[in-house]
């Protein structure tokens, strides 16, 4: 199927001009966002492949891609360094290099590059570094930031890439995305933080006392429930990550003002189904909110016909007519085959034009329903090429 | 939040699916209706006059959308009522008051509890120790779980919504999280009655999935996981199944692209329907779409098949999931012998 002919006339939202948003050199940096199971990371690695062969210099950072995905585009295995996609047509001067965000490979990183080797050795004996390190509440989302922080910086110094294509971690919520890096940040660089650490400091005033006395609850708590030296773990980690990172707070503000540069657009990826294109809402009001570009809206996995005059109850009374006629046995299967189309397609166009009320400004860009999934490097291309038909 | 001692309930004769289990947890990718299938399931097993419990933990309130009642509270409360007067509670945990809750019973908390809350400590706990969430999350499943029979509270069974496929083994695995944070202590022992009950016959771990290559391959790897670390595997949930309509003389014709145009043409006239070459040629390729998707699904069904599970098989609702697709999917998952076993 190739055409959509599913718009209902006057209601058709702006198209989401793809070649137009990949070849602009003013964007740097596009970041695929939406709910699990929508097709995101797939996306993202079409769209890098298309603008590679358009002549961009581009990197993806995936997070978690399925193995057929690292696969398709000819790599056995997706690791935290970028590497060249092989048999891309590099004609127009561009360049295709994918790599998977490995989180705690990301994590040790830094505090490698920022602690002497002795403070980061003590770091990562620390349970606690363990066990926040390799989780992946929050951790995931900051440790992406970071290292789309870190190819940013690459990328100026070193011009490799011109433009870095990002996946989003399958958060429980898109929103995690933008607010796991500032939680981070934020705790890391708070007010419990810092009494935690010196309670001894807060005498004096009666609210302070509270609060002290608040800590020392806590720290007898916590003493009892896991047992002591957990105090000294805590302790420690926080001192050694906070004199490695001088400030949370203020990188994750910087990332937050990278996301919100015009360089920076957001597509956000999206099914015909109500929980992801609920979800797709969400997300679209929070960028307005946070004043970030929203380029558009990618709406994945769309059933289109080439028959659209046969509606549902055309072609269901059609078949009902062929029903006590076994000769025509075959076309009345065929029809209810159309009619479950048509159906599907009843659906999807309903929540989509639900989405275009509340958000009639945000171009759309659909990729059709594909029977099979993507095997290689000629599904990358036919999904991007889709996305960039609208 | 968990007795001091877990008792693993000794397994009733009842040759239902999954004789002994009270525990279901259900998972799945993302985008496969987990959340869903969880809800249908908590109505079955409620079916025939029994209690069930339908439990969230990623704070998304998915459970009130579907049920179409108000954002839940941190508190039991009845959101349907299932065949038989069956009765269907659910419960969005939270996990900080699971936390608080936690602290209070093992340790009168009294006025620090304030000031935990006041100061974002239960925040800073959680985040320097991620794991200790899934730690009080499963622990207060576990509580309601082993609710007394005594107080009226007692559930025939728990459904959890769990977190996706990718992430569930690390949510259940909690004596994991805590190993190397509390060697002893009281989180410690909390961790391993958790890990008690999860391995006990008492639980069993639903995958969701649909007949596509991705879910397929991530239930595969899941179940895998699941293994791994010694959690009982239940039954896995096919989401989202299309009527088959083709026959299978039609799908080899349509596979090997030869299906018959005159005919076709002609049925269409016979029907009274526009038999254009474009109209002819549009059937055509959908017939194709859907055999081949025939065959896509054969394939991930014998792949699914291989890992020796029950397998249920859920219709795709063309009106989209609403209270009544819920008690359909419900119907289903009874009549394909998901049940309470016992009593």
Same mark, same amino acid.
């Given at each position: 199927m190739t055409s959509t002919s599913t718009e209902t006339p006057g209601t058709a939202a702006p198209r989401l001009d793809m070649d137009a948003l990949l070849a602009n050199r003013g964007t740097g940096i596009i970041v695929c966002c939406g709910s699990g199971g929508v097709g995101k990371t797939t996306a993202a690695a079409a769209l890098a492949l298309r603008a590679a062969e358009q002549g961009r210099r581009v990197c993806v950072l995936t997070i978690d891609p399925a193995r057929r995905l690292a696969q398709s585009m000819g790599l056995e295995h997706l690791d935290n360094v970028p590497r060249v996609v092989p048999d891309v047509d590099l004609a127009a001067g561009g360049l295709l290099e994918a790599m998977m965000l490995d989180m705690k490979r990301t994590f040790d990183e830094t505090v490698e590059t920022h602690a002497a080797p002795d403070q980061a050795r003590a770091i990562f004996a620390n349970p606690f570094y363990q066990s926040m390190s390799s989780s992946f509440t929050g951790t995931q989302e900051y440790m992406a930031m970071e290292k789309l922080g870190q190819l940013r910086a690459q990328a100026d110094v070193d011009g490799r890439w011109d433009l870095i294509i990002v996946d989003t971690p399958p958060s429980r919520s898109a929103l995690d995305f933008l607010d796991a890096p500032q939680r981070l940040g934020s705790f890391l660089d708070g007010r419990t933080i810092k009494l935690f650490l010196a309670p001894a400091r807060l005498g004096g005033r009666t609210y302070l006392r509270v609060f002290n006395a608040g800590v020392w609850a806590m720290s007898g708590i916590m003493n009892r429930v896991f047992g002591a030296q957990i105090l000294t773990n805590v302790q420690s980690l926080i001192v050694a990550l906070d004199t490695i990172f001088g400030g949370f707070r203020e990188r994750a503000e910087l990332t937050y003002a990278y996301l919100q540069a015009p360089g920076t657009q957001f597509l956000v990826v999206a099914t015909p189904e109500p929980d992801a294109l609920r979800e797709a809402a969400y997300f679209a009001q929070r960028l307005e909110q946070d004043r970030m570009t929203l380029a558009g809206l990618v709406l994945n996995r769309v059933h289109t016909t080439d028959a659209p005059n046969l509606t549902v109850e055309r072609s269901l009374m059609g078949a009902q007519k062929l029903a006590d006629l076994p000769e025509h046995g075959l076309t009345e299967r065929i029809l209810r085959v159309h009619a479950q189309r048509m159906q599907r397609i009843g659906q999807e166009t309903h929540l989509t034009q639900h989405f275009k009320a509340g958000f009639p400004h945000v171009p759309i860009a659909r990729a059709a329903a594909q029977a099979t999934d993507v095997h290689d490097l000629n599904g990358l291309r036919a999904l991007g090429t889709s996305l960039a038909a609208g | 939040m968990v007795p001091d001692e877990?008792?693993?309930?000794?397994?009733?004769?009842?040759?239902?699916?999954?004789?002994?289990?009270? &525990?279901?947890?259900?998972? %799945? !990718? $993302?985008?496969?209706? !987990?959340?869903?299938?969880?809800?249908?399931?908590?109505?079955?097993?409620?079916?025939? %006059?029994?209690?069930?419990?339908?439990?969230?933990?990623? $704070?998304? *309130? $998915?459970?009130? *959308? &579907? +049920?179409?009642?108000?954002?839940?509270?941190?508190?039991?409360?009845?959101?349907? @009522?299932?065949?038989?007067?069956?009765?269907?509670?659910? &419960?969005?945990?939270?996990?900080?008051?699971?936390? &608080?809750?936690?602290? *209070?019973?093992?340790?009168?908390?009294?006025?620090?509890?304030?000031?935990?809350?006041?100061?974002? @400590?239960?925040? +800073? @706990?959680?985040?320097?120790?991620? %794991?200790l969430r899934d730690v009080f999350l499963t622990g207060r499943i576990c509580q309601a779980l082993q609710a007394s029979q005594s107080d009226g509270a007692r559930y025939d069974a728990v459904v959890v919504d769990a977190p996706p496929s990718g992430r569930v083994a690390r949510f259940l695995n909690v004596n994991q999280q805590v190993v190397g944070l509390a060697r002893v202590g009281p989180v410690r022992d909390q961790a391993e009655s958790i890990m008690a009950v999860l391995r006990s016959g008492q639980t069993t771990v639903h995958v969701v999935t649909l007949l596509e290559e991705m879910p397929t391959q991530e239930t595969v790897d899941v179940v895998a996981e699941l293994r791994g670390i010694g959690l009982p595997v239940g039954g896995v949930l096919i989401n989202m199944v299309g009527k088959p309509v083709l026959s299978a003389g039609d799908l080899i014709q349509a596979q090997s692209r030869q299906l018959p145009r005159a005919e076709i043409a002609t049925g269409l006239a016979a029907a009274g329907l526009p038999t254009s070459a474009a109209v002819v040629d549009a059937l055509i390729g959908e017939a194709v779409d859907a055999a081949d998707r025939v065959a896509l699904e054969a394939a991930e069904r014998g792949a699914l098949a291989s890992l020796g599970r029950p397998t249920y098989e859920l219709p795709w609702l063309a009106e989209g999931i609403d209270l009544g697709g819920l008690f359909e999917l419900a119907a289903v998952l009874t009549d394909q012998g998901l049940e309470v076993s016992g009593s």
């Open positions: - | 877990v008792r693993v309930e000794d397994v009733p004769s009842d040759p239902g699916d999954w004789p002994g289990a009270r &525990l279901h947890v259900v998972t %799945g !990718k $993302g985008g496969t209706g !987990k959340t869903t299938l969880a809800a249908a399931a908590a109505i079955a097993l409620a079916s025939g %006059g029994r209690r069930t419990l339908l439990i969230e933990v990623e $704070g998304r *309130q $998915g459970i009130a *959308q &579907l +049920f179409g009642c108000p954002p839940l509270p941190y508190a039991e409360r009845r959101v349907a @009522v299932a065949r038989g007067g069956g009765e269907v509670h659910a &419960l969005a945990v939270d996990v900080e008051d699971a936390l &608080l809750e936690y602290l *209070q019973t093992v340790y009168h908390l009294g006025w620090a509890r304030w000031a935990l809350g006041r100061l974002g @400590v239960l925040d +800073f @706990v959680t985040t320097i120790a991620p %794991g």
